[in-house]
């Protein structure tokens, strides 16, 4: 039973040597009151409140693609067609997959590494065309808003291990509620499990706050590792 609310109160018994603290709830305790007025001891923990993150599978994968974008200093979007050129899910038409051709120009990756309408995946196939222009092929990818519950997951697993990657702490990436809630609405089994047995469930946020995290070396990607073709 969590409640959130403010001290309203303390005073102390010198008879008994005891305190009574008083507080002022936001939410209705009443049945936990009837519930637990009865029992001889209870066990109270107080803290600091803290927002928690949304758990909407879309919204937490947003979380951790803005964590990324810090640490590597890259867009949001450029990290995001990083991570859908490596765990996302091409536009299939008639069972077979969505091909373009564009200029082979440093402006026109740039355009690409940035797109947020749409997304490409190049592929190592360059040729030249008839205006004598070198054109690289293209493959279309499908928007993650577009994702079932499976490719949404695959697509988290694989920007947690980006994440790793660069360095970031696993207490960074999800915390141990956010483990377990992530485990039931949407079953990302390979997600959770690709943290390990980093995130303890007893461990609590407040014991880390006040170790400054170590920044990790800056990493450098480059958009051509992830220039394949695939038959």
Not at 110 to 118: D, P
Not at 152 to 181: S, V
């Amino acid at each position: 039973m969590d409640f959130t609310g403010i001290f309203q109160g303390l005073s102390m018994n010198y008879a008994t040597g005891k305190q009574t603290a008083a507080f002022e709830l936001n939410e209705d305790a009443r049945e936990a009151f009837q519930d637990l007025k009865d029992c001889e001891k209870l066990a109270i923990q107080i803290k600091k409140y803290r927002k928690k993150r949304s758990l909407d599978a879309n919204a937490y994968y947003w979380v951790l693609v803005s964590k990324l974008g810090k640490v590597l200093d890259m867009a949001n979007p450029e990290v995001h067609n990083i991570a859908l050129i490596r765990y996302g899910q091409p536009w299939i038409i008639d069972g077979k997959s969505v091909f373009t051709t564009i200029p082979d120009t440093e402006d026109a990756e740039n355009q690409v590494r940035y797109a947020v309408n749409y997304h490409l995946q190049p592929t190592s196939q360059v040729r030249e065309g008839n205006d004598n222009v070198m054109y690289r092929t293209y493959r279309l990818l499908r928007g993650s808003h577009t994702y079932n519950t499976e490719e949404m997951a695959r697509l988290i697993d694989g920007m947690i291990t980006m994440c790793k990657e660069a360095g970031i702490p696993d207490r960074e990436i999800a915390t141990p509620e956010e483990k377990r809630l992530l485990k039931e609405r949407y079953d990302l089994e390979d997600a959770i499990n690709a943290l390990g047995d980093f995130l303890a469930m007893e461990q609590e946020d407040d014991e880390q706050e006040s170790e400054a995290p170590v920044k990790p070396p800056k990493q450098v990607y480059s958009f051509d590792e992830d220039i394949r073709m695939k038959s």
